[in-house]
């Protein structure tokens, strides 16, 4: 509860001898030491996809204010059914956020460590943050380039693309798979600029329901034969993406025409494509 709190703290359990001491310098102070502190189970600190001792960083404006200090937590934005090492603190005192304090571009950042919150209420149970969208922007770029690739396949890295782009911001991380070759944001908004029209995969499910595939999902003949020029998979695919009726209908004359604002509705990684590259706003989208 106190690990947060920028005063020192000393704890003397009689009964059992443990003793500890709570030092100040908050932001300044050892990392791991700073986990140890705020993190209450040894559980809590495990980690899969990222070191959040590598990537922990304060969160601060331009004016030097410091709001928190805090990873991207990949593992939570990866398997988003696990709980997320997100908490705030309230005048020093630590509570549990469940991850979805922060946000930027309407989108929850899942983070690991600690945020400055505020409350209205004595029991500090609902809290609140205002931390400044170019602060939280500026630490979150940070953390995308602080990704350890190495332990990252390339679906997963897909995943992370989509999401910073999300909130707005780009990288030079694969955000889609084209002609052979894993290509960022920035460049497959060059080649969508030169297509008139762009196809993504699917396949059909025993129960006759189109699924949209992702990278994970594609067969070895993707890497083996010359798709069309126009031929897009994005990071992460989506079952069924399209009413039961269409479903049958599809089915039925083996194509047609989706709602395209359902479309958008279901598939989060394609929605997010699907508007920065303003294909959005058609009212429907031709299922190839």
Request: charged fraction near 25%; include cysteine.
């Amino acid at each position: 509860m106190v690990a947060f709190l920028n005063v020192e703290v000393i704890f003397n359990d009689r009964r059992n001898g443990d003793n500890f001491t709570h030092t100040p310098h908050i932001y300044d102070k050892d990392v791991s030491i700073f986990f140890d502190e705020l993190l209450k189970l040894n559980e809590e600190k495990n980690c899969v996809f990222f070191d959040p001792e590598r990537s922990v960083r304060p969160i601060r404006s331009t004016n030097g204010d410091s709001f928190g200090r805090a990873a991207l937590d990949i593992d939570f934005l990866l398997h988003r059914k696990r709980e997320s090492r997100g908490y705030i603190s309230i005048n020093g005192i630590s509570m549990a956020s469940n991850g979805y304090s922060l946000q930027l571009n309407e989108n929850f950042i899942p983070y690991y460590g600690i945020i400055e919150g505020k409350t209205d209420r004595a029991a500090r149970d609902v809290a609140s943050i205002c931390i400044p969208e170019s602060a939280i922007k500026d630490w979150l770029s940070t953390q995308i380039e602080l990704l350890d690739t190495s332990i990252l396949n390339k679906s997963e890295l897909m995943q992370i693309a989509s999401f910073a782009l999300s909130t707005g911001i780009e990288s030079d991380l694969p955000i889609a798979f084209y002609q052979g070759e894993m290509v960022s944001a920035t460049k497959l908004a060059e080649i969508i600029q030169g297509l008139d029209a762009f196809y993504i995969p699917i396949t059909w499910r025993y129960d006759a329901w189109p699924d949209i595939i992702g990278y994970h999902e594609i067969l070895p003949e993707y890497f083996d034969t010359d798709l069309e020029k126009n031929v897009i998979v994005l990071g992460t695919g989506y079952e069924r993406a399209v009413k039961e009726e269409d479903a049958r209908q599809l089915k039925k004359k083996a194509g047609g025409q989706i709602d395209g604002a359902l479309l958008m509705q279901r598939w989060a990684h394609g929605r997010i494509f699907l508007i920065f590259y303003g294909v959005y706003g058609k009212q429907n989208s031709n299922l190839n």
